[in-house]
């Protein structure tokens, strides 16, 4: 379907490769895709007459002369006149089946591909906000520290003291949120992928 034109990522592609081998659905559709085809076979070998034949050699021999003895035999096995296009519609029910079938395994895979490529944008965006997240967190401990040391110098109140704490542990809670979400995004991922993703 040309998805490798359309992800540039080389990293991401692995990862795609990776979940449709993986995906027991995709397997799915592929026989179903297989097992269409082959009827459509089976129904379009019907508009044609099966011919039969048989080959056989027999020798026969012991106090008299060996004498051999070959047979060759072909026949019209079975045919159907199709005079009301019965067999003909049958064919291209299971053409058309086939058809439905192979959509189906398409949709699957853009489906499988478009899936992969959401989870590996929400990872990479969440560990963006979490390296953001932990910076800030970095820079208001920093700010903490020094505003302590200015509290105890008596340049700043102890409202000024209590709200750069606030910031700190909002801070925390923040960086605490996003590695959690990263850690669920590499679940999903993992999951999508059919087996773990490297880092």
């Known amino acids: ?3 490798r034109e359309f992800i540039t990522d080389e990293r991401l592609r692995q990862v795609i490769a990776l ?10 559709a592929m026989l179903n895709v297989d097992r269409a085809r082959a009827q459509y076979r089976i129904q379009r070998a019907d508009r044609v007459p099966a011919v039969g034949g048989s080959v056989s050699a027999e020798r026969t021999g012991g106090d008299a002369p060996t ?25 291209e029910a299971a053409l058309q089946q086939y058809f439905a079938q192979d959509e189906n395994r398409r ?8 899936e992969v490529s959401n989870a590996w944008m929400t990872l990479a965006a969440d560990q963006s906000l979490l390296a953001i997240t932990q910076a800030t ?5 920093e700010s903490l520290r020094l505003t302590e040391r200015r509290h105890e110098l008596g340049a700043v109140s102890g409202l000024e003291l209590a ?32 087996s773990p993703v490297a880092a």
Do not use: C, P
């Not at 949709?107 to 478009?114: G, H």
């Not at 967190?137 to 401990?141: E, F, N, S």
């Not at 542990?169 to 992928?193: C, F, I, K, P, S």
């Open 19 to 28: 979940a449709l081998e993986n995906n027991r659905d995709l397997r799915v």
């Open 137 to 141: 967190l970095a820079t208001y401990q």
């Open 1 to 3: 379907i040309g998805w």
């Open 163 to 194: 709200q750069a704490r606030t910031l700190v542990e909002t801070a925390r809670a923040n960086a605490a949120l996003y590695a959690g979400m990263v850690e669920q995004d590499r679940h999903a991922l993992d999951l999508l992928a059919g």
């Open 67 to 91: 004498s051999d003895n070959y047979t060759a035999s072909v026949g019209l096995a079975s045919f159907e006149l199709d005079l009301f296009g019965r067999v003909r519609n049958l064919s």
């Open 107 to 114: 949709a699957a895979q853009i489906a499988l591909i478009a």
